[in-house]
């Protein structure tokens, strides 16, 4: 029963994140290539992820997670690996994911899921919420740092240079300007810029998806996933996104190939600096206090919200295209919904292990009712050994 709840539990982490994390990765590539053929992107962004995930297995010996479910003092046990299952209630984080998505609602995706299954996974062994609400607070940290740093870049290059290209783009829509087509290289530009970004969400995200799978996966168990992953792919795809992807539709000029790739282009940026980890790497060197472990894992929603947040307000500052309450209107929103999949996040981390017993424990009493059994039974046969032991010196 336990390998069930185990292939849902990875089937219903894979849709979802997917699909929710589609809105930052794939957001603007599908808004700028709505008019071509679904099937021709899913093959591009399958294949990428195809090369990633079977690099990751390569080169960390059988983790396609990039080691991002080992960091420092804040990894994450699979069950089986101290002699625990997963039940049925590892299975509520990424269905409450689901529900939250189908409602077009964008959520932290490592904070909630990787935290619910951090609980579980600490109550199982005879622990207490606290590991799971210390690695909360670890990608809380992280993921709001990111946040910032998204903030400022968009913010001092859309508000310094990119506006220009913001405008031009503005003027070709509302028919204020020549209308010109686009030289073929800005789709081999935005492609390969959307090729980009997937490979490094994938590095940061996989471990919200290959939490429920052994650490070492096999060869086999690879083939699976990846199947299951291309398939759950083509669905997202021919749905066009679903309706979370109004949050990126409903930014300026995303549907613009042009915009879209500098989007794109700019949060994988972020994305590649978190992946080096050069922050932890800076205080260890000045021999400072390390914010957070290397390889740690983090919210990529909260980053691209704030690099859309960033990019809206510099557009606002210099174009004016649109009011500035109308802007920050948009960025407290967004970032609202992003805290309302905090909030789940820590209430699964908190509730769901009242209702699981320790297996340590399990096994603790399981061992003393045994060694109680087997002192009943080989009692009486000593005390009839006794005589016979003692009957030759009478």
Not at 88 to 104: K, Y
Not at 151 to 176: C, N, P, Q, S, T
Not at 194 to 217: H, K
Not at 280 to 307: C, H, I, N, R, Y
Request: hydrophobic share 55%.
């Amino acid at each position: 029963m336990s390998d069930i709840f185990m292939i849902l539990g990875f089937a219903l982490a894979a849709y979802a994140i997917v699909a929710n994390d589609s809105i930052q990765t794939l957001g603007t590539f599908l808004s700028s290539n709505s008019k071509r053929p679904w099937w021709t992107l899913w093959i591009w962004i399958s294949g990428i992820m195809v090369v990633t995930v079977s690099w990751g297995w390569i080169v960390n010996g059988g983790d396609p997670a990039f080691g991002r479910l080992a960091a420092a003092g804040k990894n994450i046990a699979h069950p089986e690996a101290f002699g625990g299952a997963i039940t049925w209630l590892f299975v509520i984080p990424p269905l409450c994911l689901v529900i939250l998505t189908r409602m077009g609602i964008p959520v932290s995706t490592s904070l909630l899921v990787l935290t619910g299954f951090k609980g579980l996974v600490a109550a199982q062994q005879g622990k207490t919420p606290k590991d799971a609400v210390d690695l909360f607070n670890s990608m809380m940290q992280k993921s709001l740092v990111g946040y910032a740093i998204a903030f400022a870049l968009g913010l001092a290059l859309y508000w310094l240079v990119i506006y220009l290209m913001e405008r031009k783009v503005a003027a070709e829509r509302d028919g204020e300007g020549p209308h010109n087509e686009l030289h073929p290289f800005w789709m081999i530009f935005q492609w390969g810029s959307t090729g980009f970004l997937w490979s490094m969400w994938l590095i940061q995200d996989l471990a919200n998806i290959f939490v429920y799978l052994p650490r070492e996966l096999s060869l086999v168990g690879l083939i699976f996933a990846l199947g299951g992953m291309v398939l759950l792919q083509g669905y997202l795809f021919r749905e066009k996104g679903g309706a979370i992807q109004r949050v990126v539709t409903t930014k300026t000029n995303t549907i613009d190939v042009r915009s879209a790739t500098f989007i794109d282009l700019l949060y994988g940026m972020v994305l590649l600096f978190f992946k080096v980890d050069y922050i932890p790497k800076l205080f260890a060197a000045m021999d400072m206090d390390v914010p957070w472990p290397e390889q740690m894992p983090m919210s990529t929603t909260w980053v691209f919200l704030g690099l859309l947040a960033g990019r809206e307000v510099g557009i606002a500052l210099r174009l004016k295209l649109r009011k500035k309450k109308k802007v920050s209107n948009m960025i407290f929103r967004d970032a609202g919904k992003a805290f309302l999949g905090s909030a789940v996040a820590v209430m699964l981390a908190l509730f769901l292990p009242t209702f699981i017993k320790p297996v340590v424990q399990a096994r603790i009493d399981a061992e003393a009712v045994t060694a109680e059994q087997v002192e009943q039974v080989s009692a009486p046969a000593t005390d009839r050994a006794l005589p016979e032991v003692l009957a030759p010196s009478e």
